[in-house]
């Protein structure tokens, strides 16, 4: 039977564990999908080790960077953003290679890219934390300007009190990666001048819980469109099941 599995510390809820072993169950699969809550990325060794059909694994915080070191391979677009969350396990006798990608960029873009129109040039990122690189890249590879919105200022990042109406006419794509809204905390959004936008403004939230967050309500108010992050999440879990399964 293959193995698959998530690595990371603290592991919580995990969406891929229980997505990926419904599928393999709805599928007919011989596999199964596990948990491996490590407090040192050195553990990485003793799971390749103690797991001969370990056939691949998703990569989460605090590993995305700290992974690096143990790759035989990294995707263009894994090395750009300077994170990956999908290693494919590839076997060769005793041999083990260990191929990273991020799944993060192939998400987003293919989730958003039906909503981009030629009115959308320019666009906003809100957060600089983790996902935000994927989500810059993304959007480039759409042809989309950016701009990092943060709490605190620093070179090529304006902070929320910059944020006029004029920006958000000109910056109409707002991309919310901050956890601002996310439950329970659902009586938070970032704070932006709303009134501004109109039925060229779009945005998308990163959050997929709850399925409609404050940041989405105030501007789809506005007659802006909106977005969560659920197919997003779903996008990326099909993206590793075509990393760990197709082609190098």
Known sequence: MDKYGLIGFPLGHSFSISYFNEKFQNEGIDAVYENFEIPDIEQLKEILSVNPNLKGLNVTIPYKEKVFAYLDNISPEARAIGAVNVIKVSHNGNNIKLTGYNSDVIG?????????????????????????????????????????????????????NDITPEIIKEYNVIVNCTPLGMFPKIDYCPPLPYEAMDSHTLLYDLIYNPDETLFMTKGKAQGATVKNGLE????????????WNGIE
Do not use: C, D, N
């Open 232 to 243: 997003m999440l779903l996008l990326q879990a099909f993206a590793s099941w075509e990393f």
């Open 108 to 160: 987003f873009t293919r989730s958003i890219e039906p909503l981009i129109e030629r009115h959308h040039k320019k666009a906003l990122i809100l957060g600089t934390g983790g996902a935000s690189k994927a989500i810059r890249y993304g959007l480039k590879s759409l042809g989309i300007e950016t701009l990092y919105v943060s709490r605190s200022p620093r070179q090529g990042v304006i902070t929320y």
